[in-house]
């Protein structure tokens, strides 16, 4: 007797995914606003950017602090309650920093150890909720889920400026508000999943959360292409964010407006939009590795370009160009990824494979200032577009990577190249019809 293959319940009727993303969007929606108002709350309550500034950097340092140590928990603790605990700590913060500034006695200190409080918690509980979407779909709708993810953001992305400005314009507290209700709702919608997300058996012997650390480490260097794909993406990430950060500063400095300034990122995320809605097609049909390159060569070009354009319809254009490329890339790097990596190793793995990704970001920020005042804006975007040209040519010589095929092989391939297991990694709680 054979048994019919079980088919996946498509995402938008699958209940436990909808109530995630929904939380997801809710705690994003929240944290962008309060991303976007808090150097502006610092400032209107000191008085000073420099003060402002010191806020920010106590945050960034909090966030980079806690990624690692937060991918380790979201390996060993269950991934739903500590994505409620994030929540419940979330709303707890923000109804403090509204206490405070209504009663008058915010202060640098006060508002970095609350900037402080606020990051540590996104990075030693935020991997919880990333990690879960291993059981929340089907491998063949990764590229989809990893799709959506990107339209969210950028949707996010493009409307908490605008929303952070105007609440400020409302009282300096309610952003705070906002964001706490962000929390609220996201803790609501983890409170009414009920899936097993647990990153391990229960009977599984537990070992020493360094040794787990050290055991994620070990494990990422065996994966050619995870390492080859992270290191690409790091300078993927440095040649494009420093060429924008570049970029910006020389139209400050031509004397444009912050607000044409502002249109280049608006072109950008409704570009990645559009991107992610055409990525899970171009996932499904082109090669993974091929797809990155490709991606990889446009970037650089666009970035190379833009010191030469003498419009700023033409530079928001080739921007732009970036966004939709920038889609396609990370659905389909980061649903391989998905992939690959066992449920028991999400947080771990997500957390270096970030901070791989994220290293060479301080130096491209430094880089861009400095080219611009020693170097000039030619010289200076072209570095940039050729370390974004030096990605592409790191995954075209790393054979393991440039093989990727599209996400239907993408299974197969990795089996067959000791990736996962011969067995797979492929159950997905709630994800497939029963």
Same mark, same amino acid.
């Given at each position: 007797?054979?048994?019919?293959?079980t088919?996946?319940?498509?995402?938008?009727r699958?209940?436990?995914?909808?109530?995630?993303?929904t939380?997801?969007?809710?705690?994003?929606?929240?944290?962008g606003?309060g991303?976007? %108002?808090? +150097?502006?709350?610092?400032?209107? &309550?000191?008085?000073? *950017? /420099?003060a402002?500034?010191?806020? #920010? !950097?106590? @945050?960034?340092?909090?966030?980079?602090?806690g990624?690692?140590?937060?991918?380790?928990?979201?390996?060993?603790?269950?991934?739903?309650?500590?994505?409620?605990?994030?929540?419940a700590?979330?709303?707890?913060?923000?109804?403090?920093l509204?206490?405070?500034l209504l009663?008058?006695?915010?202060?640098?200190?006060?508002?970095?150890?609350?900037t402080?409080?606020?990051?540590?918690?996104?990075?030693?509980?935020g991997?919880?909720?990333?990690?879960?979407?291993?059981?929340?779909?089907?491998?063949?709708?990764f590229?989809?889920?990893?799709?959506?993810?990107?339209g969210?953001d950028?949707?996010?992305?493009?409307?908490?400026?605008?929303?952070?400005?105007?609440?400020l314009?409302?009282?300096? %507290?309610? +952003?705070?508000?906002?964001?706490? &209700?962000?929390?609220? *709702? /996201?803790?609501?919608?983890?409170w #009414? !999943?009920? @899936?097993?997300y647990?990153?391990?058996?229960?009977?599984?012997?537990r070992a020493?959360?360094?040794?787990?650390?050290?055991?994620?480490?070990?494990w990422?260097?065996?994966?050619?292409a995870?390492?080859?794909?992270?290191l690409?993406?790091?300078?993927?990430n440095?040649?494009?964010n420093?060429a924008?950060l570049?970029?910006?500063?020389?139209?400050?400095?031509d004397g444009v407006s912050a607000?044409r300034?502002?249109?280049?990122t608006?072109?950008?995320?409704?570009?990645?939009i559009?991107?992610?809605?055409?990525?899970p097609?171009?996932?499904r049909?082109?090669?993974?590795?091929?797809?990155?390159i490709i991606?990889?060569?446009?970037?650089?070009?666009?970035?190379?370009?833009?010191?030469? %354009?003498?419009s700023?319809?033409?530079i928001?254009a080739?921007?732009?160009?970036?966004?939709?490329?920038?889609?396609?890339?990370?659905?389909?790097?980061?649903?391989?990824?998905?992939?690959?990596?066992?449920?028991?190793?999400?947080?771990?793995?997500?957390?270096?494979?970030?901070?791989?990704?994220?290293?060479?970001m301080?130096?491209a920020?430094?880089f861009a200032?400095?080219g611009?005042d020693?170097?000039?804006?030619?010289?200076?975007l072209?570095?940039?577009?050729?370390?974004?040209?030096?990605?592409?040519?790191?995954?075209?010589?790393?054979?393991?990577?440039?093989?990727?095929?599209?996400s239907?092989?993408?299974?197969?391939?990795?089996?067959?190249?000791g990736?996962?297991?011969?067995?797979?990694d492929?159950?997905a709680?709630g994800?497939?019809?029963?």
């Open positions: 007797m054979t048994t019919t293959p088919a996946p319940v498509p995402l938008r699958n209940r436990e995914y909808l109530l995630w993303f939380g997801d969007v809710a705690a994003g929606i929240g944290s606003i991303q976007f %108002a808090y +150097p502006l709350i610092a400032f209107a &309550v000191t008085g000073s *950017l /420099s402002a500034g010191i806020v #920010g !950097m106590c @945050g960034a340092t909090a966030l980079l602090v990624m690692l140590p937060g991918g380790v928990i979201a390996d060993r603790v269950d991934r739903r309650r500590l994505r409620m605990l994030s929540g700590l979330g709303v707890a913060t923000q109804v403090l509204v206490a405070v009663a008058g006695v915010a202060s640098l200190a006060v508002l970095a150890a609350l402080v409080v606020d990051r540590l918690r996104g990075a030693l509980l991997s919880a909720s990333d990690a879960m979407l291993k059981r929340l779909a089907h491998p063949s709708q590229p989809a889920a990893m799709s959506a993810n990107q969210r950028a949707a996010i992305e493009l409307g908490t400026a605008p929303a952070g400005g105007a609440l314009g409302v009282h300096i %507290a309610m +952003p705070a508000v906002m964001q706490g &209700v962000g929390h609220l *709702l /996201s803790l609501l919608c983890t #009414g !999943m009920h @899936g097993d647990r990153p391990r058996d229960a009977e599984t012997e020493h959360p360094i040794a787990d650390l050290v055991d994620g480490g070990r990422m260097l065996r994966q050619q995870r390492v080859q794909i992270a690409a993406a790091a300078l993927a440095a040649g494009s420093g924008f570049a970029l910006t500063l020389a139209l400050a400095a607000v300034i502002g249109l280049l608006t072109a950008f995320a409704v570009a990645l559009i991107g992610s809605l055409v990525a097609a171009l996932v049909t082109v090669p993974t590795g091929v797809l990155a991606v990889l060569v446009l970037v650089a070009g666009f970035a190379l370009a833009m010191p030469l %354009a003498s700023m319809w033409v928001s080739l921007w732009a160009g970036t966004g939709l490329c920038v889609a396609p890339l990370n659905a389909a790097v980061m649903g391989f990824f998905l992939q690959i990596t066992p449920n028991e190793m999400q947080g771990r793995a997500g957390a270096m494979t970030g901070l791989l990704a994220m290293g060479l301080p130096l920020t430094a200032g400095f611009l020693h170097l000039g804006r030619v010289p200076t072209a570095t940039f577009a050729a370390v974004c040209a030096l990605g592409a040519v790191v995954l075209a010589a790393g054979r393991q990577a440039r093989r990727i095929p599209a239907p092989l993408w299974g197969d391939y990795a089996r067959g190249e990736l996962v297991p011969a067995q797979g492929l159950a709680t994800a497939v019809d029963r």
